[in-house]
């Protein structure tokens, strides 16, 4: 439950695809990216391309949905879904911390952008120093344990915003991209469901 990467300083109504993708557009930004063959899995509100998987849209998607019908999977891309959720809940733990932590967080709006940046900066680097140096800390205890969940904003269905370059250039390598990730999603797919049955 530790944050690997941390960018402050965007207004809150910026669409976190939007944050994203001009994080991989800047070579100097430090961004980790995934080696090949691994990826971050990210919510509905991002594109499925490598390095990053994202659920199939329009299926059940959050880890009450399948709570609520009792955990009846119904089909390969349900189950994909309900899993990927599962071990995404990881990093809304993470958050659930660091807000149950740090309240001076939801009151941002007194401080300067400037100031603002610095003390979410903060709060992330204290956040993974205590989780580094104090195993037993109540609040990733309380949070550690499956189903403790922090409140969620509901997630968008919009694509990520698209990167520089010619549109032509730009838009057969995203759908070649596009394709492969999603090729890769399938597999990742059928595979979990012959293994369910």
């Not at 659920?55 to 879904?81: K, Q, S």
């Not at 807000?99 to 940046?117: C, D, E, G, V």
């Not at 969620?152 to 032509?168: I, L, M």
Request: hydrophobic share 30%.
């Amino acid at each position: 439950m530790l944050f690997t990467y941390v960018v402050t300083g965007w207004e809150g109504a910026v669409h976190d695809s939007r944050v994203l993708t001009t994080q991989l557009e800047d070579p100097t930004s430090g961004f980790p990216h995934p080696p090949p063959g691994k990826y971050y899995l990210v919510d509905s509100g991002y594109s499925n391309k490598p390095g990053f998987l994202a659920p199939f849209r329009n299926v059940p998607y959050h880890l009450r949905d399948a709570r609520r019908r009792a955990g009846r999977i119904n089909g390969p891309t349900e189950l994909f879904n309900y899993r990927h959720a599962s071990l995404r809940n990881c990093i809304e733990r993470c958050f659930g911390v660091l807000k149950a932590r740090f309240p001076i967080l939801r009151y941002m709006t007194n401080f300067s952008l400037i100031r603002q940046r610095e003390i979410a900066m903060c709060c992330c680097v204290l956040h993974n120093f205590i989780r580094l140096h104090n195993r037993g800390d109540p609040l990733f205890d309380r949070y550690g344990v499956d189903g403790v969940m922090p409140p969620s904003d509901s997630d968008s269905d919009d694509d990520a915003p698209s990167s520089s370059g010619t549109a032509r250039d730009q838009g057969a390598s995203s759908r070649n991209d596009n394709n492969l990730a999603n090729d890769m999603r399938d597999r990742i797919m059928f595979e979990m469901y012959l293994n369910y049955n």
